[in-house]
């Protein structure tokens, strides 16, 4: 008996938001342990601002953070405010686990054209918005700056195309050096015996290939879906796409990059920063980890040009309210918070990723540069006109990413041309949304 | 000769318990704990399991009934075959290894030494939790940093991807758990080996019968009965594969590690597919029954030949 009444009251204070002497505690579910600093230093400063209302961070890695959110939605206990990530977010409006704001958006008249153009408009789906943006990422190369200036490879202004490659191949040959120290672009290159490689791609890259191939497939005329967000049909099988794939194979049987099959598991952050790659393509959100390196001296430089232009993939987070949280007002009172200048100020001087807010931004960029690391290009790839393109948000997310990064792993391992790989991998995709 | 009497006659009477009443309750209250664990953790969520394999639960909404969808959906799904296909094959390496790794190590230890800090240190690595052990192993066995790779190229050989391609992985994780588990395998098979008596292997010697053939004439099948429980544990034990899985090859390159556990696992807690997960479930449940019948029966386990 006094097990069981032990057990309930535990129960009941597991719950998400306990309000206790009339004060309201929210629970708030992040991932990025980095950026977790920042965000304690907001919801310190909401606290001031209404201290009836506490807020709790709940911080927990990227692999477990969905899987924990769903087991947490079943049993009803979820944070009352979650960091969301626009591919992720269908499933759960599909479950109708998020709330719709846009009544209090439209009450409290938040201002949408304060935040980066096209962030605001990813979080609506059938006239419910469900979330405020919180900040955003664009893709450039990361390079070892040693290994560049011994090779004499200007990293500003490459040009790239699916057949020769451009001066982005003509860079990475030279950047490649063999065990005798002869450069990927000289005779008698062997290309059985790589010291290091002049690119680390990343090729295990889900659906959508946002660090690398992804980026490059836009820039020569590839299109995801027919709609975004909340397509219904998938392009994979475009020869735009193929082609691309195909060029990136070519990279491993020429010898600048590992064979896929001897690929480490460890990321292409952990072989940069090994010395055993010269360069990578990475998002904003990794500025840090490449800039703070002890090991090596790294820079960014931007994404090379395709036939159609340099195209980088920009995506957002937002943050959302669970639709089975206590305390409506409370929770949206504090995701309007995060949405203002106040706290994305916070994270600007925080300088890990670029708030939402246009004016944000700028104050990031002036703490990135008192610190000493140049990170411009990011925030030109996402002014430039028709620079970016977003990554796409669709039903079946999860589905997708498996069908797709499997044709891929095929292409890869040169098991299938990417061409059948793909073309097959679009019709099971395809097929999800026509079963309904 | 008053004691042998004694002890004969309390033997008898132990033979031929008289019936007391009120045994069943005391039983019961013993046998407590264990059934109401068994129920609340085994039966119970067995028969949710079974009820959710005929739904299309999402985790998140209520579940509806589909009847048998899932296990018709099942059948045509060629990932559950191919995970089938892979586990079996893992299973035999993994057991393969094991059984023949621990038969020598046991052997050696049963004819050479009955030092206890041998017996000790056999079975560290099985204590080492089984995601450290992949993560350990992951780290040796990477295709570009990794240590092993580092002397297969200080050897003048080529670097191999251990976890990268798709035909070393599965070989890679079945080696790592084997790894982790030849250790204990080899004290159970070592234990049984200590039943066979010793007047035998003199008999033996005498006759002039080597040490090889001594272990293929007498140790060998004399052991049956352990061997054919350490093969049914193992054997279930590896169809579990998971945590190595997850940790190193997270079910690639193309499917070559999807092992049935970790495919339950995505269609559960990652395509959020609770009811086609049951299905699978239920279907692993059936196969591991069947084949655990067919080995007893196959090596007759419950009778030895010592008796």
Redesign the interface.
């Given at each position: 008996m006094a097990v069981t009444a032990l057990l309930l009251t535990a129960a009941c204070g597991g719950g998400g938001g306990s309000a206790d002497a009339g004060g309201v505690t929210l629970t708030y579910a992040l991932w990025d342990d980095v950026q977790q600093g920042a965000y304690q230093q907001c919801a310190d400063a909401f606290h001031k601002a209404n201290p009836d209302i506490t807020i709790k961070i709940s911080q927990s890695a990227w692999d477990q953070y969905w899987q924990n959110l769903t087991t947490q939605m079943v049993s009803g206990g979820a944070p009352d405010v979650i960091t969301m990530q626009a591919s992720y977010y269908p499933q759960f409006v599909a479950n109708n686990q998020l709330l719709d704001i846009q009544p209090m958006v439209s009450a409290d008249r938040i201002d949408l054209s304060q935040y980066w153009p096209g962030l605001a408009d990813l979080w609506v789906k059938d006239g419910k918005r469900y979330g405020l943006p919180k900040d955003w990422d664009t893709i450039a190369i990361v390079y070892n700056v040693d290994m560049a200036k011994k090779a004499g490879v200007d990293m500003s202004g490459l040009t790239w195309n699916p057949t020769d490659g451009g001066t982005f191949e003509k860079a990475i040959a030279r950047l490649t050096v063999d065990a005798n120290g002869k450069r990927g672009d000289e005779p008698g290159f062997d290309k059985t015996r790589v010291a290091v490689h002049g690119i680390v791609p990343e090729l295990n890259d889900g659906s959508q290939g946002q660090n690398g191939w992804g980026d490059l497939a836009v820039s020569n005329g590839f299109t995801f879906i027919d709609k975004n967000p909340f397509g219904t049909r998938y392009y994979y099988d475009s020869p735009k796409l193929a082609e691309t794939a195909d060029w990136f194979r070519r990279l491993a049987d020429k010898g600048y990059a590992t064979p896929y099959d001897k690929t480490s598991s460890l990321g292409p952050d952990t072989m940069l920063n090994a010395g055993k790659g010269a360069l990578g393509i990475t998002g904003s959100w990794m500025i840090r980890t490449y800039l703070d390196s002890k090991s090596q001296k790294f820079a960014f430089a931007p994404l090379p040009t395709g036939p159609q232009g340099r195209k980088s993939a920009f995506n957002g987070l937002a943050d959302v309210i669970y639709a089975g949280t206590e305390h409506k007002d409370a929770a949206w009172k504090w995701v309007k918070f995060l949405g203002s200048t106040a706290c994305q100020d916070i994270v600007a001087d925080d300088a890990v990723v670029f708030p939402a807010i246009t004016s944000s931004v700028e104050r990031a960029l002036k703490a990135h540069k008192a610190a000493g690391r140049d990170v411009q290009m990011f925030v030109d790839e996402a002014k430039a006109p028709g620079g970016t393109f977003l990554l796409p948000v669709s039903d079946h997310g999860d589905e997708i990413n498996q069908i797709v990064s499997t044709a891929m792993e095929e292409v890869w391992l040169g098991q299938k041309d990417a061409r059948t790989a793909l073309t097959a991998a679009n019709q099971k995709v395809n097929a999800l949304f026509s079963g309904g | 000769m008053t004691t042998a009497t004694l002890t004969k006659t309390e033997t008898a009477g132990a033979a031929l318990p008289r019936r007391r009443r009120g045994d069943g309750r005391v039983a019961l209250a013993f046998l407590a704990p264990v059934l109401i664990g068994f129920a609340a953790f085994y039966v119970y969520p067995a028969v949710r399991g079974a009820w959710y394999s005929l739904t299309d639960w999402?985790?998140?909404?209520e579940p509806g009934f589909v009847g048998l969808d899932n296990y018709a959906e099942l059948v045509r799904d060629p990932l559950f075959w191919n995970s089938l296909k892979v586990t079996a094959y893992y299973v035999v390496l993994t057991v393969g290894m094991q059984i023949v790794l621990g038969l020598g190590l046991a052997a050696l230890m049963h004819r050479l030494t009955r030092s206890l800090v041998l017996r000790s240190l056999l079975v560290v690595p099985w204590l080492v939790p089984s995601v450290t052990s992949a993560l350990l192993w992951?780290?040796l066995l990477?295709?570009?940093?990794g240590f092993l790779n580092h002397l297969l190229v200080s050897l003048g050989l080529?670097?191999?991807?251990f976890?990268?391609?798709?035909e070393l992985a599965m070989p890679s994780v079945a080696a790592i758990n084997a790894w982790g588990a030849t250790g204990y395998t080899t004290l159970l098979l070592y234990a049984g080996m200590l039943l066979v008596p010793q007047q035998i292997y003199e008999a033996a010697a005498l006759d002039g019968t080597g040490e090889v053939r001594q272990f293929f004439r007498i140790t060998l099948p004399l052991l049956r009965p352990i061997l054919a429980f350490v093969l049914v544990v193992s054997l279930i034990d590896s169809f579990q594969l998971f945590d190595a899985v997850a940790v190193?090859?997270k079910g690639?390159?193309?499917?070559a590690t999807r092992v049935v556990y970790y495919y339950i696992y995505?269609e559960a807690?990652?395509?959020?597919k609770m009811g086609y997960a049951s299905a699978l479930a239920l279907s692993l449940v059936l196969i591991l029954g069947l084949l655990t019948f067919v080995q007893m029966r196959l090596l007759r386990a419950s009778r030895s030949d010592l008796a």
């Open positions: - | 999402n985790l998140l909404s992951m780290w990477d295709a570009n940093l080529d670097n191999q991807g976890l990268t391609s798709p190193t090859t690639g390159p193309v499917d995505e807690f990652t395509h959020f």
